[in-house]
């Protein structure tokens, strides 16, 4: 039983294989920085971190080839420029945040599953739902705030298209297969989703009802341990995320202490970016050592380079460890077999009664 246990601990600290190339890290950090070395120099810095919301879309890029790459990312584009706008729609109607969490959660769950695409899977697409609920913007100000990013989707864009011509042609990385589309099954498509959604808006629902200080973590560190596969990565996930991020917070207590004039703030948002990027594979916990200041500045861009970090580092740390243990409880719940077979006996109906089969 002990050695089971150390052996368990160390999947915490294991330093994975990975072969994913530096190349992609860079073109990440890179798209981050030029939008908002462009922010800079326009004098609005903040609208460069809302902008850099819809960038997140670059971290989809599969080992596909190019035609296929620029396919997934357009789409991509897509689903993070409409899940903003439907987190916007939230703030007019603070009491339907949850629910169009939850929508947003679902369907980006099931589309990305159903499509095969890998990690970060329907996460940013909930990130952004969560930030468009809580960035204040005027009414007026909505049109402005969907076109920044999609600003942000059009460099990232143009990123997927140097990275791909580079690592092909220049560094002649192995190209690989095209994953085939539902060969996940019923269960994965359908019924994980649906849990994953109700777990994620559950979050929203509760950090609202509980007026939670910046309370939107909650939803958003549910929706990060949910992106794990099994449930021994669920826990594993919560787990490194908690760790990790606990280092994280000292490193973004320690940067919120500077006021960093806006061109060495591009540069401290790609240094993070790359370094994120170039370990998540490697080990979740130490990325997140990077992701946490990273995320920090842009759910804070309404207070660019005004923090408080006391108060934003306290209500951080609480919001973190509670949106990790619902999305401990809703992992374990997605593996509970009487629950499943409920659902799908339910969501097989309903498909059978939408289009007519039998």
């Known amino acids: 039983m002990l050695q089971g246990l150390k052996k368990e601990l ?9 072969d994913r190339s530096w190349q992609m890290p860079f ?20 609208f460069g971190l809302v902008s850099v919301i819809g960038a ?29 706008t439907l987190g ?11 629910v169009i969490v939850f929508s947003v959660t679902l369907v980006s769950a099931q589309v990305v599953r159903y499509f095969s695409i890998g990690a970060p899977g329907f996460f940013f697409f909930a990130f952004a739902a969560i930030l468009g609920s809580y960035i204040p913007f005027e009414i007026k100000d909505y049109p402005m705030a969907i076109g920044l990013v999609a600003l942000g989707t059009m460099v990232a864009n143009v990123m997927v298209l140097l990275y791909s011509l580079s690592v092909i042609y220049v560094f002649k990385h192995t190209i690989k297969p095209i994953p085939k589309i539902g060969e996940f099954g019923f269960g994965a498509i359908v019924i994980d989703p649906i849990i994953i959604a109700f777990f994620v808006g559950f979050a929203m629902f509760l950090q609202s009802y509980l007026e939670i200080e910046r309370g ?36 973004a207590y320690f940067l919120l202490h500077f006021a960093f004039n806006p061109f060495g703030f591009a540069l401290l948002m790609m ?7 170039l370990t998540i594979v490697r080990n ?14 842009l759910a804070e861009v309404s207070n660019f380079m005004q923090y408080n970090p006391n108060g934003i580092i306290q209500a951080r740390v609480l919001d973190i460890v509670i949106g990790s243990l619902i ?11 009487a629950l499943r077979r409920m659902l799908e006996c339910i969501t097989r109906k309903i498909v059978v009664k939408w289009t007519g089969a039998e």
């Open 271 to 277: 240094a993070l970016m790359f370094f994120a990027q």
């Open 56 to 84: 997140m879309i670059f971290l989809y890029v599969p080992d596909t080839p190019i035609y296929h790459k620029m396919i997934l990312s357009m789409s991509c584009a897509f689903g993070i420029i409409v899940s903003f």
């Open 327 to 337: 999305g401990l409880i809703g992992g374990a719940f997605m593996y509970w077999g």
């Open 216 to 251: 939107y973590w909650v939803g958003i560190s549910c929706a990060a341990v949910m992106t794990a596969v099994t449930f021994k990565q669920i826990w594993i996930k919560q787990i490194q995320r908690i760790l990790g991020t606990f280092v994280g917070v000292g490193l």
């Open 88 to 98: 916007l729609v939230g703030q007019s109607f603070p009491s339907l945040i949850p």
């Open 284 to 297: 979740y916990g130490l990325s997140m050592v990077f992701i946490t200041p990273y995320s920090t500045y």
């Open 27 to 46: 073109f990440a950090g890179l798209g981050v920085a030029i939008i908002l070395f462009i922010a800079a120099f326009f004098g609005r810095p903040d």
């Open 10 to 18: 160390g999947l915490i600290f294991t330093w994975n294989p990975s």
